[in-house]
């Protein structure tokens, strides 16, 4: 039997981050569905679910993997988002940020030196904030 799905399987996209991401939404459509009773998310866990399917036996490889690249690349754009927004977050107690009028780079200074002059390391403009 396990090598009857090894030929079958051979030359098909297989599960991927997509498909395992898929899945995983398609388990919490379900659970959604289960507990709030409302069939929209019943349907669009199906729907989902022949999708995810659909991309797992096909044999168009390239055009999958093509699928899973733009995936993996927006989760990591937004992964990256997401640690810069919580160093940001963590520094806000001891330093302030502004945008340089000049070429909008962000500067950040240290807290409670009062009035100062900031120069921007992009452009080299000067100046004047609080910090």
Known sequence: MREKLYRFMS??????????????????LLLAGVLTRLGIFTVL???LMIHM???V??????KRYE???????????????WNRAKKHMGQMKTHRFY???????????PRGHGRIEISCP???????RRS
Do not use: H
């Open 11 to 28: 030359g098909r996209n297989g599960m991927d981050e997509l498909s395992r991401m898929e899945s995983w939404l398609v388990l919490i």
């Open 45 to 47: 866990a199906l729907i």
């Open 53 to 55: 399917y659909f991309r």
């Open 57 to 62: 036996f096909s044999k168009n490889t390239a």
């Open 67 to 81: 699928e899973n690249q733009r995936y993996v690349n927006f989760r990591y754009g937004r992964t990256v988002q």
């Open 99 to 109: 945008r340089c009028p000049a070429c909008k780079q962000k500067v950040r200074v």
């Open 122 to 128: 992009k452009c080299r403009e000067k100046f004047i």
